[in-house]
Nanobody
């Protein structure tokens, strides 16, 4: 079993920055992919960014050039640095980890990010 705990969400003005973190604990196998997804009210959950245990990254077009995903494998922690935030980035951000061999995946409880003046 794997537990994911997110932190760092909050309220920020348009154009501002925020960093969210997610710490994974439990039995974690490599290779794996950690990532961030988000869900706005009335919308489906969507991919924001992912990063593999080898360091390969993938971003949604809507966040390219503004968001940066990174990870510390020694701490089993993934980060999402969000710059130049827009009101449309407002959502609950969920952390995810997927084990590539077993295909097992786990979700965090989510952290609210609100971009508003």
């Amino acid at each position: 079993q794997v537990q994911l705990v997110e932190s760092g969400g909050g309220l920020v003005q348009p154009g501002g920055s925020l960093r969210v973190s997610c710490a994974a604990s439990g039995i974690i196998f490599s290779p794996n992919v950690m990532g961030w997804y988000r869900q706005a009210p009335g919308k489906e959950r969507e991919l924001v960014a992912t990063i593999s245990s080898g360091g390969s990254t993938n971003y949604a077009d809507s966040v390219k050039g503004r968001f940066t995903i990174s990870r510390d494998n020694a701490k089993n922690t993934v980060y999402l640095q969000m710059n130049n935030l827009r009101p449309e980035d407002t959502a609950v951000y969920y952390c995810n980890i997927k084990m590539m061999i077993s295909a097992a995946q786990y979700w965090g409880q989510g952290t609210q990010v609100t971009v508003s003046s």
